[in-house]
């Protein structure tokens, strides 16, 4: 299982340098068919709009935040997990599963144009917040280096989870011998239930390569 970071513009480089490193026979992803398909249908639709919200502030001589600009772009991105692993299967005709709930999905994005209205990218771009994915690393450093928990595993996650290692042991029926790799969110390794412990996986962070047991 490698743990990763959401929308982190280091994530690409390093996700490639661990697919490398591994090179499993068998990719499975937290990502939804559903997330995947409104990205691909509706992504470039919402960054013209956050593009031209930018435009807009700089033309009357408004700060624009720049961090916060990539992080909201980066929402609209494809997700590099995504675009990474489907390079390597192709490259290597190594298979690519697609493993989260739509379901989830589905009631995010249905409020993405609520989360990006004029108004809301306005204040993100004006504002002095720091980026969720730089909350994101702080988070995690400080669960791996510290072990200090600052967010919860919450009942959606261990649905997420009961439904993604269901799927991967069905996989693992079919691809019988094959080498296994599990691309999650970095808090998905914790896993208090143990939904992922049949598997006996090794798990990694993939900013400092940590082994977790």
């Not at 090179?23 to 995947?36: H, I």
């Not at 490259?91 to 009631?107: A, K």
């Given at each position: ?150 967010s919860s595993y ?19 029926r079919h691809h ?7 691309v999650c969110g ?28």
């Amino acid at each position: 299982m490698l743990g990763v970071i959401h929308r982190d513009e280091e994530g690409p480089a390093l996700l490639k340098s661990w697919l490398d490193r591994i090179r499993p026979d068998v990719v499975t992803l937290e990502l939804s068919r559903y997330g995947v398909r409104f990205r691909r249908e509706r992504g470039e639709e919402y960054k013209r709009r956050i593009d031209r919200i930018a435009e807009r502030l700089r033309e009357k001589g408004e700060l624009c935040n720049k961090e916060n600009l990539v992080s909201l772009r980066l929402y609209m991105d494809m997700p590099y997990e995504y675009d990474v692993a489907s390079r390597f299967g192709a490259e290597h005709e190594v298979p690519v599963y697609l493993m989260d709930m739509d379901f989830f999905s589905y009631v995010k994005l249905r409020a993405v144009d609520d989360l990006l209205s004029e108004e809301n990218i306005e204040n993100a771009l004006t504002g002095a917040d720091r980026p969720i994915v730089n909350q994101e690393k702080t988070m995690a450093r400080l669960y791996f280096e510290k072990g200090i928990k600052t967010s919860s595993y919450d009942r959606e996650m261990y649905i997420r989870d009961r439904y993604m290692s269901a799927k991967i042991k069905d996989l693992m029926r079919h691809h019988r011998d094959g080498r296994f790799l599990h691309v999650c969110g970095w808090q998905h390794l914790q896993d208090p239930v143990n939904l992922y412990g049949p598997f006996n996986p090794t798990k990694v962070f993939f900013h400092d390569k940590a082994f977790c047991f």
